[in-house]
């Protein structure tokens, strides 16, 4: 299932940088330049991330967060503005943003404060169940199969397997894996993933004719979709 943001951005150069990035990077992205009109847009609850600009030429972007939460909306929210003084920031954590970015920034680091959102982001607003080929992912409790042969993992595996299937298709390099599973300020030296890779593959991949997780040298991995 595809991930839905909403990106409220009144600047079309960067409006237009952000929704390709994130597009190619497999997220589904409708871009607005106003914030009017938001409450009833989100009440479907059919978005799981709202960018959301500080400056936009009908309203405060911190007014409009506020507005949303008093109105019930849970979405996560990250605030993306050139106002980077501390009180700006305080402001915008007050209103209801569930993180903040000041620009300019670099959108590697956009991407892991999205992936770490969406973490953290309630159970009730995510797909009940992945599945890829003969590999499905129960998100509620937590358990995954290949076929019908329960995988039993932990759930740091079950995490670094979320992401592959989320990810299923493209190529994540280690430092993707890093980020999005143990966070964008883990040591990159480890060789944790490697390690967790290993584990994965001798559950998931053991005994089976065709093997899903794939290393690409120099690169990174891969699930593939056959």
Known sequence: ????????????????????????????????????????????????????????????????????????????????????????????????????MTKPFAFEELLARLRALLRRAPERDVAEALEVADLRLDLGQKVAWRGERELGLTATEFALLRFLVESAGKVVSRTDILKAVWGYNFDPHTNIVEVYIAYLRKKVDQGQDVRIIRNHRGFGYSLTTD
């Open 1 to 100: 299932m595809t991930t839905r943001i909403l990106l409220v951005e009144d600047d079309p150069e960067i409006a237009g940088f952000l929704a390709q990035g994130l597009r190619a990077e497999g997220y589904g992205v409708d871009v607005s330049p106003i914030g009017s009109g938001l409450p009833e847009r989100l009440a479907s609850g059919s978005y799981r991330i709202i960018i959301l600009d500080r400056m936009l030429p009908d309203a405060e972007g911190a007014e409009i967060c506020h507005q949303l939460r008093t109105a019930g909306i849970q979405t996560m929210i990250l605030m993306l503005t050139a106002k980077d003084a501390l009180g700006d920031k305080v402001e915008g954590f007050h209103a209801g943003a569930d993180d903040y």
